[in-house]
């Protein structure tokens, strides 16, 4: 049995804690060995929302298998945020000493700086709060525009609905894709986000909608958009024909399939390229054959909606690796 202890400081986000707790607690009734446990420095602890939570003031006995989260609070700045007793602190520091995992959410992500958790380590939180955490822990290294990241069993998140993704990946990752995806689907979480999506990545801009179909090839190509995925394949998945998939495609997201597909490749290319990767690495890495393919989509707005498809550009689109639509055989 993993234990996931949640630490309740006062003026916490109620989605902080509700969001990872939702996800291993939907996991627990699908059968997977979690028990959650709620502590806190008081047995009651108010929320930034006004809602009084319990919580035990005793630890329960962890082992290297077991989980610490601290949801963020809600205050503008880490400055005002909760300063826990130093045996708190020390509690934090020895689990993860002892091989646990401690995992923030948001803000949170100051209280493990203070256990001294975040120095010489990758992190990251909200992006209004990024710059002012590098300055408290010039040790630490932030991530500028990613949801989550993982370092030596040191994980944090950007906050609110990044704790529910980060909390995802740690089911797959303990128990496999398959046991996530299961999860997400019964908490109705649409797009399962990787920790390197932005912050305002175009995978959020365009889920705005309630067609089935095109979340379900939307999370085909969120998963894999580095890879040619052809129309036909795409929608046989999705449960509709290509003509119907790229018709409805359109109508939600105002894009085609395909140049959803160029967003995702251009903006993970440019996240690498602004951590020193050349335009030529980065293509490759997207799935581009060289890094023409990639100046020529930059130069042009792949994001701008698409006000109609032709009808013989419905059956001809293909999300491909080559970047351009070609004929289906």
């Given at each position: 049995?993993v234990?996931?202890?949640?630490?309740l400081?006062?003026?916490?986000?109620?989605?902080?804690?509700?969001?990872?707790?939702?996800?291993?607690?939907?996991?627990?009734?699908f059968?997977y060995?979690?028990?959650?446990?709620?502590?806190?420095?008081?047995?009651?602890?108010?929320?930034?929302?006004?809602?009084?939570?319990g919580?035990?003031t005793?630890?329960?006995?962890?082992?290297?298998?077991?989980?610490?989260?601290?949801?963020g609070?809600?205050?503008?700045?880490?400055?005002?945020?909760?300063?826990?007793?130093?045996?708190?602190?020390?509690l934090?520091?020895?689990?993860?000493?002892a091989?646990g995992?401690?995992?923030s959410?948001?803000?949170?992500?100051?209280?493990?700086?203070q256990?001294g958790?975040?120095?010489?380590?990758?992190?990251?939180?909200?992006?209004?709060l990024?710059?002012?955490?590098?300055?408290?822990?010039?040790?630490?290294?932030v991530?500028?525009?990613v949801l989550?990241?993982?370092?030596?069993?040191?994980?944090?998140?950007?906050?609110?609905?990044s704790?529910?993704?980060?909390a995802?990946?740690l089911?797959?990752?303990?128990h496999?894709p398959?046991?996530?995806?299961?999860?997400?689907?019964?908490?109705?979480?649409?797009?399962r986000?990787t920790?390197?999506a932005s912050?305002?990545?175009?995978?959020?801009r365009?889920?705005?909608?309630?067609?089935?179909?095109?979340?379900?090839?939307?999370?085909l190509?969120?998963s894999g958009?580095?890879?040619?995925?052809?129309?036909?394949?795409l929608?046989?998945?999705?449960?509709?024909?290509?003509?119907?998939?790229?018709?409805?495609?359109?109508?939600?997201?105002?894009?085609?399939?395909?140049?959803?597909?160029q967003?995702?490749?251009?903006?993970?290319?440019?996240?690498?390229?602004?951590?020193?990767?050349t335009?030529?690495?980065?293509?490759?890495a997207v799935?581009?054959?060289?890094?023409?393919?990639?100046?020529?989509?930059?130069s042009?707005?792949?994001?701008?909606?698409v006000?109609?498809?032709?009808?013989?550009?419905i059956?001809?689109l293909?999300v491909?690796?080559?970047?351009?639509?070609?004929?289906s055989?």
């Amino acid at each position: 049995m993993v234990k996931v202890v949640f630490l309740l400081l006062p003026g916490l986000h109620l989605l902080d804690l509700a969001g990872p707790a939702q996800v291993f607690s939907t996991a627990a009734d699908f059968g997977y060995a979690y028990e959650l446990a709620y502590v806190g420095e008081q047995a009651q602890v108010p929320s930034a929302q006004g809602v009084r939570l319990g919580a035990e003031t005793t630890w329960p006995e962890l082992t290297a298998e077991d989980l610490v989260f601290v949801p963020g609070c809600g205050l503008p700045e880490l400055a005002a945020g909760p300063r826990p007793a130093r045996a708190t602190l020390d509690l934090l520091a020895a689990h993860h000493a002892a091989g646990g995992t401690v995992a923030s959410v948001c803000s949170g992500a100051d209280v493990l700086g203070q256990a001294g958790l975040l120095d010489h380590r990758r992190c990251t939180t909200h992006h209004d709060l990024r710059d002012e955490l590098a300055r408290r822990y010039p040790l630490a290294r932030v991530e500028r525009d990613v949801l989550y990241v993982l370092d030596a069993r040191v994980v944090t998140s950007a906050g609110i609905a990044s704790g529910i993704d980060l909390a995802l990946h740690l089911v797959a990752t303990r128990h496999g894709p398959a046991a996530a995806a299961k999860v997400a689907r019964d908490m109705v979480v649409y797009a399962r986000r990787t920790g390197e999506a932005s912050q305002t990545s175009a995978m959020l801009r365009h889920r705005w909608h309630l067609r089935d179909a095109v979340h379900r090839a939307q999370d085909l190509i969120d998963s894999g958009f580095c890879e040619p995925l052809p129309l036909e394949d795409l929608a046989a998945a999705s449960g509709v024909s290509a003509r119907t998939l790229t018709r409805q495609f359109v109508e939600s997201t105002g894009l085609t399939p395909l140049r959803y597909q160029q967003t995702l490749r251009i903006e993970r290319a440019e996240h690498l390229m602004s951590h020193g990767a050349t335009a030529q690495a980065a293509a490759h890495a997207v799935g581009f054959t060289d890094a023409r393919m990639l100046r020529r989509l930059r130069s042009r707005k792949d994001d701008a909606p698409v006000a109609s498809v032709p009808k013989s550009d419905i059956t001809m689109l293909d999300v491909s690796g080559a970047g351009g639509p070609r004929r289906s055989r």
